[in-house]
């Protein structure tokens, strides 16, 4: 059968990996396809051909549109990442009737409703597994593995630079600026790393998981995030001493009341499973009610993990250019007409335990105040630890595990510890989940 024609958008990072991949493991990508599936046509503002395959039969052009126009190509694989001109490219190769593979988390968490529909309207499919957690196949897992399950949560380690930097940080105190540089060093960081540090990336990543999984539209603009920034060494230092490690997580979770979606430093029981995942590496699990806890491990990020999911979504979207648009597996994993209404939880009305480190003046009293605040609010505690105030200082660490209470709670009870006049400066607060 004559091969699929690939227009790929970018020949950078990932879109090199997916050149290479493509020509290294032709043949047995063939065999699983059921036919050959290779590059006609790329755009490249700049690329080095010593890095890639065999760049022969290959048309190369600055002008990404062109490719996109292109009749030869039967599937555009968007790899330039950004929001534009990447929605533009997408959505005139839809029109163009063409096939769209992309790795572009933030393309779909803002733009993925729009660009679905124009895909549903064309009968056209839209791939996106290499959008979130790099190489592992969590879209087909959660999307298709998992259809005959209700799921109850997932929550992961969605970002490999932020996780690298937390490893770094516990296991040989280095500097944050030093670790995030080696990240960008090894194509890991973001074009921009705040959306690394801040948790934008990883809430591009939970907005994606939480419609899949939920049948919900895609609601980025109602994700909770927080980042790690402001994360010092005493807090990754007190956790372990508790019992716990701080994991930079995307939390979604169905309640009664609704979804919740939130991204934030996140103190895990040390002993669990994903709470040992460190480095670049990513994780996400999953509760479902028929099968459990799955765990899903795997290189988040990187030139050819990454591929590796581009070139999947490829063979699939091969697998079934013929099959009637109707009998495809829906994009956002369930029917379009049978999405869900369930709204996003204000962060407000979200239950979690706490983490709490404030400095107090070293003189009786202070612990019944602020022991005294949290009563009053229904917040239990669940263990304190106070230290040696350091040499020369009036202050002493006083560090908190609360059960769980909701958010709003919380939120008074730190504004009422912050105004005591025996507490300096402000009250760290960190979110703990058990994930059992
Ligand atoms: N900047 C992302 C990360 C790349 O560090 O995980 C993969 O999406």
């Excluded at 790929?8 to 990072?13: D, F, H, N, P």
């Excluded at 959660?142 to 932020?162: D, H, P």
């Excluded at 430093?265 to 996400?284: K, Q, W």
């Excluded at 505690?381 to 909701?406: D, W």
């Amino acid at each position: 059968m004559k091969p699929v024609n690939v227009g790929l958008l970018g020949l950078g990072t990932v879109g090199g990996g997916t050149f290479n991949v493509l020509a290294r493991n032709a043949e047995e990508i063939a065999r699983r396809a059921g036919r050959g599936i290779r590059v006609t046509h790329a755009a490249a503002r700049e690329y080095d051909p010593s890095l890639l395959a065999s760049l022969e039969g290959v048309r190369i052009t600055d002008d990404a549109f062109q490719v996109v126009d292109d009749p030869e190509v039967d599937i555009v694989v968007e790899l330039i990442g950004g929001y534009s001109p990447a929605r533009e490219l997408v959505l005139k190769a839809i029109e163009n009737g063409k096939h769209v593979v992309t790795a572009n988390k933030a393309l779909i968490a803002l733009h993925g409703n729009e660009i679905f529909a124009a895909a549903q309207e064309k009968g056209v499919m839209v791939a996106f597994e290499a959008a979130v957690a790099g190489g592992i196949p969590i879209i087909k897992a959660i999307r298709e593995g998992l259809a005959a399950n209700r799921i109850q949560w997932v929550a992961g380690i969605i970002n490999g630079t932020g996780n690298f930097i937390l490893t770094e940080m516990r296991d040989k105190g280095r500097d944050f600026a030093d670790v995030l540089a080696e990240a960008q060093a090894l194509g890991y960081a973001e074009a921009d790393p705040t959306f690394d540090v801040e948790g934008i990336d990883a809430a591009h990543k939970l907005t994606i998981l939480a419609s899949i999984a939920f049948g919900i539209p895609l609601q980025f603009d109602r994700v909770f995030t927080e980042g790690i920034s402001a994360i010092t060494p005493e807090d990754v230092a007190y956790a372990e001493e508790l019992g716990y490690r701080i994991k930079h997580l995307g939390i979604t979770r169905r309640t009664d009341g609704g979804i919740e979606l939130r991204v934030h430093p996140t103190l895990i029981p040390a002993r669990r499973l994903i709470a040992n995942v460190d480095g670049v590496m990513n994780a996400v699990l999953v509760m479902a009610d028929a099968v459990g806890p799955t765990l899903y491990y795997g290189a988040g990020a990187g030139s050819e993990p990454t591929a590796s999911a581009v070139v999947a979504d490829l063979v699939d979207v091969t697998r079934v250019l013929t099959a009637d648009p109707e009998n495809r597996v829906p994009h956002l994993a369930f029917q379009p007409d049978a999405m869900s209404d369930l709204p996003v939880l204000e962060m407000a009305r979200v239950e979690t335990a706490y983490y709490l480190r404030m400095s107090a003046l070293d003189r009786p009293g202070v612990m019944a105040e602020v022991t005294g605040i949290l009563g009053e609010l229904g917040i239990s505690i669940e263990a304190i630890l106070q230290k040696e105030p350091p040499e020369g200082q009036p202050t002493v660490p006083i560090i908190m595990l609360t059960h769980r209470v909701r958010e709003g709670s919380m939120d008074e009870a730190i504004r009422r510890i912050e105004v005591l006049e025996s507490i300096q400066g402000k009250v760290t607060r960190l979110r703990v989940e058990h994930l059992s």
